[in-house]
């Protein structure tokens, strides 16, 4: 009996140890199965960094979320492979970063006009237009519109205020600015480095550079005079007769916002005020090249010497506008002049690391 109990024993013993083997050869190791996903997980992050050349990284704490979902634990039961190496898997967060020296182009000055803007009191203002300078790798810390008079200093206008690198800005000059005179505009910008390098082709951090200045525009007056006729005074029989002459006042009409103008004949030494102004026909003068008049204000030395075939200057002078082909827009690649020139691919300071760890055994290979 006995005997009979050790056979069954040894048999049930030999087939526990044929199993053994049988699924040793035929069943599936677990820590291979685990070794697939592995590879799996890195062939997903080999496409996502081929994907990710050039792409905004974004929020660094949701990249952090996106890198660690591949090895994240799922069930308390349940522990990936690598979590048994000798030498964990791991990734590195690291930055892209640009390495471009600064660049900063020049801003525009596109259009200079005049503008008058009817109130009390009423105004007349220089409206200056055009595009901001634009930098690359740096910022704007200042920005000013400045103005000229005939060959003078530059003197500022005023800031341009806020805005994109490249946008338009639109400033009024009205401040200090006589009548009659012409001025010329010019855009000034500096920037600073935001990345501790050099301007291109510069040996500092900071760079200011100016636009090209408009023409000169007139500020006008409200009103001009205009001598169009004369007739010299004489003596005719026993008579002196005055001399004649026709005046013309040209004026801005604030109701219609546009020049208009009265006209009047004029006796020489006569006391009446031409046009309810001021002013009457004193003299006229043949001595003139060309001949013209003196005409006289109520105040002492206040004198308007007029020759005729001499135009007044305009009340509304025409705009001026740059040729620029990026104010124009005649130009296909005027909205790219706004742009720097190509600057070399940033410099790749960093990238995902691939998760390490030994061989495909349960615990790295090599233990």
Not at 100 to 124: A, Q
Request: charged share 25%; hydrophobic share 30%.
């Amino acid at each position: 009996m006995q005997q009979k109990i050790d056979k069954v024993a040894i048999a049930i013993a030999v087939l526990i140890i044929l199993g053994g083997i049988i699924w040793t050869f035929f069943g599936e190791d677990p820590g291979s199965v685990f070794a697939k996903e592995i590879e799996g997980y890195r062939d997903d992050i080999d496409l996502t960094t081929s994907q990710q050349t050039g792409v905004d990284l974004g929020d660094p704490e949701a990249l952090d979320d996106a890198l660690r979902e591949k090895f994240r634990v799922e069930s308390p039961g349940r522990f990936p492979e690598w979590s048994f190496y000798r030498r964990p898997a791991t990734y590195t967060f690291k930055i892209i970063a640009d390495r471009s020296p600064p660049v900063l182009l020049s801003g525009k000055v596109c259009r200079v006009e005049v503008v008058r803007v009817p109130g009390d009191p009423h105004r007349t203002l220089h409206r200056v237009t055009g595009f901001r300078g634009n930098p690359e790798n740096a910022k704007i810390i200042a920005e000013v519109l400045e103005h000229q008079l005939g060959d003078g200093e530059w003197e500022e206008v005023g800031p341009v205020g806020t805005g994109e690198g490249g946008s338009s800005y639109e400033i009024d000059a009205e401040q200090g600015l006589r009548p009659g005179e012409s001025y010329s505009y010019r855009l000034l910008t500096r920037a600073s480095s935001k990345n501790d390098m050099n301007f291109s082709g510069e040996s500092s951090k900071v760079k200011t550079t100016t636009s090209d200045p408009s023409e000169p525009m007139l500020y006008p007056f409200d009103q001009s005079w205009e001598v169009t006729a004369l007739q010299p005074g004489g003596v005719v029989g026993d008579k002196v007769e005055p001399g004649r002459a026709t005046v013309v006042l040209h004026f801005w009409d604030w109701d219609l916002m546009k020049t208009d103008r009265n006209t009047r004949t004029a006796t020489e030494g006569s006391p009446e005020k031409l046009f309810g102004s001021q002013y009457s026909l004193h003299l006229i003068r043949m001595d003139l090249n060309p001949a013209g008049v003196k005409l006289k204000g109520d105040a002492r030395g206040d004198v308007l010497t007029l020759q005729k075939g001499i135009k007044p200057l305009p009340l509304d002078p025409p705009a001026w506008e740059s040729e620029d082909p990026a104010c124009t827009g005649k130009d296909e690649q005027a909205g790219q002049e706004q742009q720097p020139n190509e600057t070399p691919p940033p410099t790749v300071v960093g990238e995902v690391e691939k998760p390490t760890g030994g061989g495909g055994g349960l615990f790295g290979g090599d233990d």
